[in-house]
């Protein structure tokens, strides 16, 4: 069965940090880009990252660039989302979602709750 399952998230002050994690199973992992994406309370689901088959290209939103970091273990199944200063804003569901270019198949996880309070 396919999956993709978040973890890491919860309840971070200010300024603190944390790293959410994406593991999938039953694809092929190494074949698809990987993207996290974020959806606030009210608000649409915005792109956050996105890490290309191998790891070997990055990028990010402005609202995250230079705080967070995206990476990939082909090895593990497994895409994480390091994220450093967080803001108040950075309080979402994060997403993970393994895109295949060829076909547009999207496989999504069930997100995982990150609060950035005090």
């Known amino acids: 069965q396919?999956?993709?399952?978040?973890?890491?998230?919860?309840?971070?002050?200010?300024?603190?940090?944390?790293?959410?994690?994406?593991a999938a199973s039953g694809?092929?992992?190494?074949?698809?880009?990987?993207m996290w994406y974020r959806q606030a309370?009210?608000?649409?689901?915005?792109?956050?990252?996105?890490?290309?088959w191998a790891g070997g290209s990055t990028n990010?939103?402005?609202?995250?660039?230079?705080?967070?970091?995206?990476?990939?273990?082909n090895a593990k199944n497994t895409v994480y989302l390091q994220m450093n200063s967080l803001?108040?804003?950075?309080?979402?569901v994060y997403y993970c979602n393994a895109h295949h270019l060829l076909d547009g198949t999207n496989y999504w996880g069930q997100g995982t709750q990150v609060t950035v309070s005090s």
């Open 41 to 52: 309370p009210g608000k649409e689901r915005e792109l956050v990252a996105g890490i290309t």
């Open 60 to 73: 990010y939103a402005d609202s995250v660039k230079g705080r967070f970091t995206v990476s990939r273990d």
């Open 87 to 92: 803001k108040p804003e950075d309080t979402a």
């Open 2 to 22: 396919v999956q993709l399952v978040e973890s890491g998230g919860g309840l971070v002050q200010p300024g603190g940090s944390l790293r959410i994690s994406c």
């Open 27 to 34: 694809f092929t992992f190494s074949s698809y880009i990987i």
